[in-house]
């Protein structure tokens, strides 16, 4: 009985740990792989070289994003049959499907184009080194769109019936894609992934701003990140607020958690800013409270009633803690990016968005601060769907493989010290790319760490008089 | 009649994403294999770059392979990832190194050495435990109400190992008849010594597995030595020994392309031998193809997107290889 209670303890913190390492890649790659394609279409445009140097500056950074992306995704892949083989079996015939058109739409597409787009612009000209940018961009957005698809179905199902097995069976794809949660998450998510982004890029140029302040390529960064950041943000906040309110429509115990309310509030319900949630004793230690503001969040109406934990059985409760901390965090984090953002768009009105160090230094502050809110956001939908892996119909415990809990633990302690290895030196690397100065396309020397691309400077008649020298076309 | 005929179109399906893969990353995981049989860094680094634009791509089919079995084939799935935990997590962990190797090697000077090692021993155990997985399969699953129920170490048998060898020696041969086939001066010329000696080692090893195998089970055998199975399956072995003249006739004649060809060719017939003994099993003698799909709403909703998705792969993915077709110039490169 402890045997098999551990076992699924240690698969699912495997779960978590693997996924949150995943997640951290693509929230960045689908972002930096946006800006890319927008960097190179109006290199093309206007032939203004700073968007040259900056597209071949960030595709290094964008390529070992990706490849840790990649083989942390490869793993994700196959976690489902390994640690959840009994999840896989019953819910497989409705998830599997748009797994599998996730690899065959949006990781094809992504890797075919993606050695064009990183080695071939002198081989396939402009315009299809163009096309290729575009597609590995567009690859990360179908990418998105088909695994929210997914994990919003598991929240809030839809469009299937049951067989005697337990199986899921599909009955109409339309509802099972187009789940009642999908169309929010993927907004949610996609918003975050552009912010991520737009904060790391935003770091970057401020670190080069604080050596340099008249580093042309750093400005146009800076500046892109400074616009993206005080267009979207709001623009995120109110995904997040129709997100909450669908939320509190099919998972009311998800939200519930994220409020900290364990007791129901028949006439207005209030906003606990902070507290110590305390599960066991069912209620909120040392609560700071606005009084109606939950109500009013959540039903748009100061008086209208919201339900508590109190409503729902015990053994259906998520855990409380991790759910109010962690919606708190990424709040928390909105607000302070919400905060840069109308920063950066005084100092630009007064038009010292480029004499504004304090401004510089927040940015590389709240530099990662995407990732961290990414997190705390899934940590949030997460965790506040448990007990159950299909909300409501097939709970966590009854997913778990006939697995031995050694052989769980072996494979999680051998994944805790590969991915601190693996992917600690790569965002090192990472690091290192962002630190160093960004060098104009024209004098890139040839560095020892092999040849130095000299795309786009060079005639395309010459590059395939060059080809053709060497007999390569 | 028509869903049973769906299961097998499946079937189908994901046996040419799982050949694909072993076929387009059998090749560049043999370039990992033959890293540390090279001269210098000069040489690993136009070996790497005859794979780096391509290899994400042929990983790929990897996932598809494990996506479409998940996706149409649930039961399956759900049976053979637990009884092949731990080659599938080790595969997985390589893969990870591996994968890295690409970018990292090309960062650092003081950790290039090290990046290499991992390039190379990431490639080799993703080889041996694909072997070792296909092995496992092989010799049989036991399978209780819907789930698998043998034991953690039931993998590991001198057989399993021997298909683990067998794997990781033929990917060996067609990393080095495709740096023979990419590459130029010595070090092509070194590929093409190289691929003897694991030319001979892979035919050596099918001989083995190809004659162990019928013994693992008496369904194998049947389809291998009772007629009138054995008049179609005798034309494998046939095939097999044309492709093996070729190859070394090609290599005699330092031939470019012929011998790559041909030890695909290898591991083409290898897999059509296994799908002989398969057939119409997913999970041999546990599972028929036919009990383990997924509903028929789930086969129809995949197959019409795979109709017309795998033929715009395969075009864009041609393409790809098409653009960086031709012998590799060791100046190129985005680092």
């Known amino acids: 009985m402890l045997d098999g209670y551990s076992a699924e303890i240690l698969a699912r913190v495997q779960f978590a740990f693997t996924i949150s390492f995943h997640i951290i890649f693509p929230a960045f790659s689908i972002g930096l792989a946006s800006f890319l394609a927008v960097l190179n279409a109006r290199w093309l445009w206007t032939r203004d070289e700073t968007f040259l140097i900056l597209f071949n500056y960030w595709v290094k950074i964008f390529a070992i994003a990706f490849g840790m992306g990649v083989v942390s995704g490869i793993v994700m892949s196959y976690q489902f049959g390994t640690n959840w083989a009994v999840f896989s079996d019953k819910a497989g015939p409705v998830i599997g499907p748009l797994m599998a058109y996730e690899v065959l739409t949006a990781f094809f597409l992504e890797a075919g184009f993606l050695g064009i787009m990183l080695f071939g612009r002198e081989r396939v000209g402009e315009t299809l080194h163009m096309l290729a940018t575009g597609m590995v961009a567009f690859g990360t957005l179908i990418s998105a769109t088909w695994i929210l698809s997914v994990n919003s179905w598991m929240q809030t199902p839809a469009g299937f019936s049951m067989n005697e097995l337990g199986q899921f069976i599909p009955e109409d794809w339309w509802q099972i894609v187009f789940n009642p949660s999908f169309p929010y998450r993927l907004t949610h998510m996609v918003l975050a992934a552009f912010l991520t982004t737009a904060l790391v890029v935003g770091a970057v140029g401020a670190l080069h701003l604080l050596r340099d302040r008249k580093d042309a390529p750093a400005r146009r960064m800076f500046s892109m990140a400074m616009w993206m950041l005080v267009l979207v943000t709001p623009l995120q906040i109110a995904a997040g607020d129709f997100h909450g309110i669908n939320t509190l429509e099919h998972q009311p115990a998800k939200v519930m958690a994220m409020e900290g309310h364990f007791d129901s509030h028949p006439d207005g319900a209030p906003l606990i800013l902070f507290g110590l949630p ?3 004793e069912k209620r909120v230690d040392y609560a700071v409270e606005i009084p109606k503001l939950s109500s009013l969040i959540l039903k748009h109406d100061l008086n209208a009633p919201l339900a508590g934990l109190d409503t729902i059985p015990d053994e ?6 991790i759910v109010f901390f962690s919606f708190r965090v990424m709040v928390g984090l909105g607000l302070l990016m919400l905060g840069l953002g109308v920063w950066g768009l005084i100092a630009r009105a007064r038009g010292r968005l480029f004499d504004a160090p304090m ?10 601060m995407g990732f961290v809110a990414v997190l705390a956001g899934w940590i949030t939908t997460e965790v506040g769907r448990q007990p159950f892996t299909v909300y409501g119909l097939l709970r966590t415990s009854d997913s778990l493989s006939p697995v031995a809990a050694p052989a769980v633990a072996a494979s999680l302690i051998a994944f805790i010290i590969v991915y601190f290895f693996v ?3 790569g965002t090192y690397y990472i690091l290192r790319l962002m630190n160093k100065p960004i060098k104009p396309v024209s004098d890139a020397p040839m560095t020892d760490e092999g040849p130095t691309r000299t795309a786009g400077t060079t005639p395309a008649a010459q590059v395939q008089e060059k080809h053709e020298d060497k007999g390569m076309t | 009649m028509l869903g049973l005929e769906l299961s097998f179109i499946w079937a189908g399906i994901i046996a040419f994403a799982v050949l694909v893969y072993v076929i387009l990353d059998g090749f560049d995981l043999g370039v990992g294999l033959l890293f540390p049989l090279t001269k210098d860094e000069k040489e690993r680094n136009v070996m790497m770059n005859s794979v780096a634009p391509i290899w994400d791509g042929n990983e790929t089919w990897l996932v598809l392979g494990g996506g479409g079995l998940f996706a149409v084939f649930p039961l399956a799935y759900a049976v053979v990832m637990p009884a092949l935990y731990m080659p599938i997590i080790l595969m997985l962990l390589g893969l990870v190194f591996r994968g890295v190797a690409f970018e990292y090697r090309w960062r650092t000077k003081r950790w290039k ?10 490639s080799l155990l993703a ?11 092989v010799q049989g699953i036991e399978v209780e109400n819907r789930a698998y129920s043998g034991g953690w170490w039931d993998w590991l048998t001198p057989f399993s190992l021997l298909t683990g060898l067998a794997v990781t020696v033929g990917y060996a041969m067609l990393g080095a008849t495709w740096l023979n086939m990419k590459l130029e001066g010595r070090i092509q010329a070194h590929m093409r ?4 000696p694991f030319g001979m080692a892979t035919v050596g090893f099918m001989a083995a597995v190809s004659l162990w195998t019928p013994f693992l089970d008496s369904v194998y055998f049947e389809r291998w030595f009772v007629f009138p199975a054995m008049a179609f399956s005798f034309v494998v072995p046939v095939l097999v020994a044309l492709c093996v003249l070729g190859l070394f006739r090609g290599l005699q004649q330092h031939r470019d392309v012929q011998p790559f060809l041909c030890a695909l060719s290898l591991f083409v017939l290898g897999f059509i031998g296994i799908g002989i003994s398969f057939y119409p099993y997913i999970v041999p003698h546990e599972l028929k193809i036919v009990d383990a799909a997924a509903p028929d709403s789930s086969l129809w909703f995949t197959l019409v997107g795979t109709m017309v998705l795998i033929p715009m792969i395969l075009t864009y993915t041609a393409y790809a290889y098409w653009v960086f077709r031709g012998k590799i110039d060791p100046e190129e490169g985005y680092h």
């Open chain 1, 278 to 280: 305390n599960q066991a």
């Open chain 1, 316 to 321: 259906d409760e998520p855990p409380v803690a």
């Open chain 1, 359 to 368: 401004l510089w230094r927040a940015s590389m502050v709240m530099g990662p």
């Open chain 1, 423 to 425: 992917f600690g030196a």
């Open chain 2, 113 to 122: 050495g090290t990046w290499d090692i991992a390039f190379f021993g990431g």
């Open chain 2, 127 to 137: 080889s041996l435990c694909q072997g070792i997985a296909l092995g496992a399969l």
């Open chain 2, 193 to 196: 010594r190289l691929a003897w």
